[in-house]
């Protein structure tokens, strides 16, 4: 079974930065597209950003274009999320995903919250 671990949501100010972590288990990671979404508190689901396998390219939606940058690492099976100048609309729950051939799988998710 897959499974997606997160890991590095926290407390910041606005203007700071965090870092978040994916571990995934249970696929053939380099194959699948990864990336992140997050739910602020009465909102849906949002998607951030994410990174495709066949060539590394990397997508963010505009209210992160500039500020976040996502990375993966194939042989550590882990994505990551750097998150620079957070505001507090930055806050929520962060999710990461992988997704393949229109399977989708989804971690636990992560709390950031960004203190104005």
């Known amino acids: 079974d897959v499974r997606l671990v997160e890991s590095g949501g926290g407390l910041a100010q606005a203007g700071g930065s965090l870092t978040l972590s994916c571990v995934v288990s249970?696929?053939?990671?380099?194959?699948?597209?990864v990336g992140w979404f997050r739910q602020a508190p009465g909102k849906e689901h949002e998607g951030v950003s994410c990174?495709?396998?066949?060539?590394?390219?990397?997508h963010y939606a505009d209210s992160v274009k500039g500020r976040f940058t996502i990375t993966r690492d194939n042989a550590k099976k882990t994505v990551y999320l750097d998150m620079n100048r957070l505001k507090p609309e930055d806050t929520g729950v962060y999710y990461c995903?992988?997704?393949?051939?229109?399977?989708?799988?989804w971690g636990q998710g992560t709390q950031v919250t960004v203190a104005s």
């Open positions: 995903i992988t997704s393949r051939l229109g399977v989708t799988s």
């Open positions: 249970g696929i053939t990671f380099h194959d699948y597209a």
């Open positions: 990174i495709v396998n066949e060539d590394g390219s990397t």
